[in-house]
């Protein structure tokens, strides 16, 4: 629980990846956010096969055995604790209303929802909010870092590695239940449940994606500014419409170079 | 994450509607109706509930793909590379990207359930032509998911040309795949992965004839 633990999971990760990665850089053109795409391969491949063994088999049959109904009255009661941190991800980002907002969710449904099982405040207008510490941080200006693939977790960013070990170890209320085994089982439960709800949209996902990995790392990317901006990013410059002209004259990627990638990369 | 699909499907859905009638359907209009139109069809047919994915595709076509704009799209997505395909190229990748979108739709609306539609008023002057059309999917327990149609004013009256889905481009995620295969193997090598994509989709999943 403490500040110092929160963070020196996530950094002590993030060296040991980074020392990984240093040695399988190669200089074939790489897309400038993701400069441990070697690194985040490997550790994608693992983690597909821990999905489609492990995750999906178990996560298919909770949603076979529990009525919908059942899911998602564990999906709220997780979202409504999860309500609190986001109020104080809001206040954080200077949005106090949102985070009174957040509190107002919180104190209904944990009342009048009976212990957050139903989600009575959405019935009357107050929307769930979608923030964590790594959008805290993003809000402030730090920017990506680059993308990393963690074991298990799958896509995330330097910054939001360490916005999620915060999540965790400050902002998480499910981290106070004791006895340890009930903390635990409801981590497990939560993580089954998560999973359960995509299983839909990880089929889509394979339908879509030429390559997976890549096909995920962008949508990833691009669904956190917008979650950054509260789904208002400033507009990329707007390319023509024409067909038939070339849309985009400037080069593929220009943005500099995430700053991990200083040195450059080693030719092998 | 249900939402996901259920945007991308309504997304689909967003296409309906009779095409001679869509050149006086303002954009906003246009999508209500499609969206709805399909969602009840889909909800109504025993066939498709039950998994008829090739009945399912045939809806699809007939319905949803006279509003989407598919050679814009396409051109969006392959990026800079565009002008370096020869026409007949051109035709190739629209129609691969076309059969792959129609696919992950129909993947999509075959996961709806239930999900329930708030169509944003339309921010836009009646002299625009490419506007942007918020609907969002909401489920309980979970943030609104925003699907964003970005749609341009044509002769034939307004088309799809992007689908954003939780702030999440559909074209300019295809765009970045689409660059690295284009470096590597040619426009060539684009169409032929496409073409393989496509044929494993066509093969694996329940009954399906094409």
Redo the contacts between chains.
């Keep these: 629980m403490t500040l110092s633990r929160a963070l020196s999971l996530p950094l002590r990760t993030l060296s040991l990846l980074l020392a990984l990665a240093g040695g399988c850089a190669t200089t074939e053109d790489r897309d400038p956010r993701d400069p441990l795409e070697p690194m985040n391969r490997a550790i994608y491949r693992f983690n597909e096969v821990a999905d489609e063994w492990v995750a999906v088999p178990v996560a298919s049959a909770y949603r076979n055995v529990l009525h919908e109904q059942i899911r998602s009255r564990i999906r709220n009661f997780f979202a409504n604790l999860g309500d609190l941190w986001i109020g104080v991800n809001d206040v954080l980002q200077g949005k106090f209303f949102d985070g009174f907002e957040d509190g107002m969710r919180f104190v209904f449904n944990s009342t009048f929802g009976l212990f957050g099982l139903h989600d009575v405040a959405s019935d009357m207008g107050i929307e769930k909010r979608d923030e964590d510490f790594g959008q805290t941080l993003g809000r402030w200006g730090v920017g990506d870092g680059p993308y990393l693939i963690l074991p298990i977790l799958s896509s995330s960013t330097l910054r939001d590695t360490v916005g999620w070990g915060v999540d965790i170890f400050v902002g998480d209320p499910v981290g106070e239940f004791r006895p340890i085994a009930l903390r635990n089982s409801a981590y497990a439960l939560r993580l089954v449940n998560r999973r359960a709800d995509l299983l839909d949209a990880s089929k889509i996902l394979e339908q879509a994606a030429l390559d997976k990995y890549v096909f995920q790392r962008d949508a990833y990317l691009q669904r956190r500014r917008n979650q950054i901006y509260d789904g208002n990013p400033p507009r990329e410059p707007r390319e023509p419409r024409e067909p038939d002209e070339p849309p985009e004259k400037e080069p593929a990627k220009a943005p500099a170079p995430p700053p991990a990638e200083d040195q450059p990369a080693k030719p092998r | 994450?249900?939402t996901?699909?259920s945007v991308?499907l309504s997304g689909l859905l967003a296409s309906f509607l009779a095409s001679a009638q869509a050149q006086e359907v303002p954009p906003d209009v246009l999508v209500k109706n499609v969206t709805t139109e399909v969602v009840e069809l889909i909800t109504k047919d025993k066939e498709i509930r039950s998994g008829n994915r090739a009945k399912l595709i045939q809806v699809i076509e007939a319905r949803v793909l006279p509003h989407f704009n598919f050679?814009?799209m396409?051109?969006?997505a392959?990026?800079?590379n565009?002008?370096k395909a020869t026409p007949e190229q051109?035709k190739r990748l629209v129609e691969e990207f076309k059969t792959?979108l129609v696919?992950?739709y129909a993947?999509?609306l075959a996961?709806y359930?239930e999900q329930r539609f708030d169509y944003r008023p339309l921010r836009a002057r009646p002299t625009d032509t490419?506007v942007i059309v918020n609907v969002r999917v909401?489920q309980?327990?979970?943030?609104?998911v925003?699907i964003d149609y970005s749609m341009?004013k044509t002769a034939a009256g307004w088309k799809v040309?992007d689908v954003m889905v939780?702030?999440?481009?559909l074209v300019?995620?295809?765009r970045?795949?689409f660059?690295?295969?284009v470096?590597e193997a040619g426009i060539e090598g684009l169409i032929r992965?496409?073409q393989v994509?496509n044929r494993s989709?066509a093969a694996p999943p329940p009954a399906e004839k094409k």
């Design positions: 994450m249900k996901i699909i991308v050679s814009s396409t051109a969006l392959v990026g800079q565009w002008s051109k792959l696919r992950t993947s999509a996961a359930s490419d909401i309980s327990g979970a943030q609104p925003p341009e040309y939780g702030g999440v481009s300019a995620n295809y970045t795949e660059n690295a295969t470096r992965n496409l994509k989709l």
